[in-house]
């Protein structure tokens, strides 16, 4: 069964919503928001989304363990079409299977964590406001002294699923998503953070209870990817009701012999 590009979004909202905290970033980048930024790929049931939003751009492929097998045929078949320059987000296993045509960098472990115990938030007094584009100013100046180098998509304030902390006017805390699609009932948080002067106040767990609380209303799915090894975030978002619901790797990818 040879690998095909895949337009449909109906199949492939079928194929992913079938585990939808694994798959949340694929659901919602069937969304029309990123959609035409995206190239699908399936072979059989498996899918790998080639995500073109950021350079270079990110593969995307998730399987849970019994299914990884025929998730590495896909990759090894799409292998040779690839961009000689990607990230790739990969489950356990499946970084190994590109090395004979890429070159294997940076790897770095992640865990994708899930809300499925809301109860929890309860437990957090949330706090903050809606962000939106007026803020993008401050929003750069909190990014760029307390989380330089994040991956962030100004586009993503249009959501409105952004939730920011003030202190004497100032932006110091924040946390917003990556991913929100009510179309397909899931949300992903990213580019939570506090600014260095005011850490260790619970702020951003205010924060991401306030969102969470804004994103219950829309979606059924709160996800998140977290480094395995940022244990104070793993901590917080483990007091707020995430658990681990999956282990994958992060890979910088240069293709052998074409740059």
């Given at each position: 069964m040879p690998v095909r590009a895949e337009h449909d979004r109906a199949v492939l909202a079928d194929l992913l919503g079938r585990d939808p905290v694994l798959h949340a970033?694929?659901?919602?980048?069937?969304?029309?928001?990123?959609?035409p930024y995206t190239s699908w790929f399936r072979r059989g049931e498996q899918v790998a989304l080639l995500y073109h939003g950021v350079d270079p751009p990110t593969l995307l492929a998730f399987a849970p363990?019994?299914?990884?097998?025929?998730l590495a045929e896909l990759l090894t078949e799409l292998a040779p079409l690839l961009p000689a320059r990607l990230y790739a987000h990969l489950s356990p296993g499946l970084g190994p299977v590109l090395a004979p045509w890429f070159r294997v960098d940076a790897a770095t472990a992640h865990l994708k964590m899930a809300l499925t115990d809301p109860a929890r938030?309860?437990?957090v007094q949330p706090a903050g406001e809606p962000l939106s584009a007026a803020d993008l100013p401050q929003l750069?100046?909190?990014?760029?002294?307390?989380y330089p180098g994040n991956w962030f998509d100004p586009r993503m304030l249009d959501t409105g699923q952004y939730v920011g902390?003030?202190?004497g006017g100032d932006l110091v805390a924040v946390a917003g998503v990556h991913v929100w699609s009510p179309t397909w009932r899931v949300a992903a948080l990213g580019n939570?953070?506090?600014h260095p002067r005011v850490r260790g106040r619970g702020l951003a767990g205010a924060a991401v209870a306030a969102l969470c609380g804004r994103l219950r209303a829309s979606v059924d799915h709160v996800t998140l990817n977290v480094k395995v090894d940022n244990a104070t975030a793993v901590r917080l978002y483990e007091r707020l009701g995430f658990t681990r619901v999956a282990?994958?790797?992060?890979?910088?990818l240069t293709a052998l012999g074409r740059v």
């Open positions: 970033y694929q659901l919602g980048d069937l969304d029309d928001f990123f959609w363990p019994e299914r990884t097998a025929e938030l309860a437990a750069h100046e909190l990014y760029a002294a307390a902390i003030r202190q939570v953070t506090t282990d994958y790797g992060e890979y910088e």
